[in-house]
């Protein structure tokens, strides 16, 4: 079995539903690199930080820490000790995040926080295999066009169909410098597919990874 296991892909690309299907499958943690980033932006939100100043944020994150929790029925964010995961997937943390996590510092914080865990696990997010795990054992991206990931995300936020494609397509942009795939990940486009068929694609592939492994 692979210590670390990446997904990777765009915002509604289907990382972490398919990375908790995969992980319960494999018996493993699945563990969310964005609701670390969405954390952070919450305290920056909560004690008025401007998103713009790094050296601030990164003084409050020493005095205000966050905490992932990488539960298997999902994943939990502690805000100084409080759980905040209900308050992570809002429009208004969808809209500041980019900025948040658009600085080094911060990026630091994080990959930090993901390199302390223990594997093996199943990690997504944007950088997971390019970036933070480039030694992982097998590395997917997930991909899908803008509005078929709108659809996927509409009824999940409080706002319609053409601000829902306007905000994703306004992240990916912000994102950018961190989306870029590994170059040894295993693309899958996911636009045709349910989610079911990407979680046994996803297996199939890390199945057929093992049976090579000695
Ligand atoms: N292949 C798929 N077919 C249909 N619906 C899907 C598929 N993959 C994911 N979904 C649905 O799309 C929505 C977004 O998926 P999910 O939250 O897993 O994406 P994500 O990439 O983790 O998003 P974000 O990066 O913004 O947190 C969810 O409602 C999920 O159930
Ligand atoms: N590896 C990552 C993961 C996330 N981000 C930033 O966090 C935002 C929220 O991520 P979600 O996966 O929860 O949507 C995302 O828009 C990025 O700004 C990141 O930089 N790297």
Same mark, same amino acid.
């Given at each position: 079995m692979p210590d670390v296991i990446t997904i990777d892909g765009p915002s509604a690309s289907g990382k972490s539903s398919v990375a908790r299907r995969v992980a319960a499958e494999l *018996?493993?943690?699945?563990v969310s690199s964005g609701l670390i980033y969405r954390g952070v932006t919450y305290q920056v939100k909560r004690y *008025?930080?401007?998103p713009?100043?790094?050296?601030?944020i990164v003084r409050m994150l020493g005095q205000h820490p966050v905490q992932l929790v990488p539960l298997p029925e999902g994943n939990r964010m502690l805000a100084e000790g409080q759980d905040v995961t209900a308050q992570m997937h809002t429009l208004e943390i969808d809209q500041a995040v980019s900025?948040?996590?658009r600085h080094p510092?911060?990026?630091?914080?994080?990959?930090?926080?993901?390199r302390a865990l223990q594997p093996p696990f199943v990690v997504e997010g944007r950088d997971m295999g390019s970036t933070?795990?480039?030694d992982a054992a097998l590395k997917f991206y997930l991909t899908a066009t803008p509005e078929v990931r709108a659809r996927r995300r509409l009824g999940e936020r409080d706002a319609d169909y053409a601000t829902v494609l306007a905000e994703l $397509?306004?992240?990916?942009?912000?994102?950018?410098?961190? $989306?870029?795939p590994a170059p040894d990940a295993i693309i899958i486009d996911t636009s045709a597919m349910g989610l079911e068929e990407v979680v046994q694609t996803i297996l199939e592939r890390i199945r057929r990874a093992g049976a090579k492994t000695p």
């Open positions: *018996g493993l943690p699945y *008025g930080i401007n713009d100043d790094e050296a601030a900025a948040v996590a510092e911060v990026r630091a914080y994080v990959y930090r926080s993901l933070v795990f480039p $397509i306004r992240r990916d942009a912000a994102d950018a410098k961190q $989306i870029p």
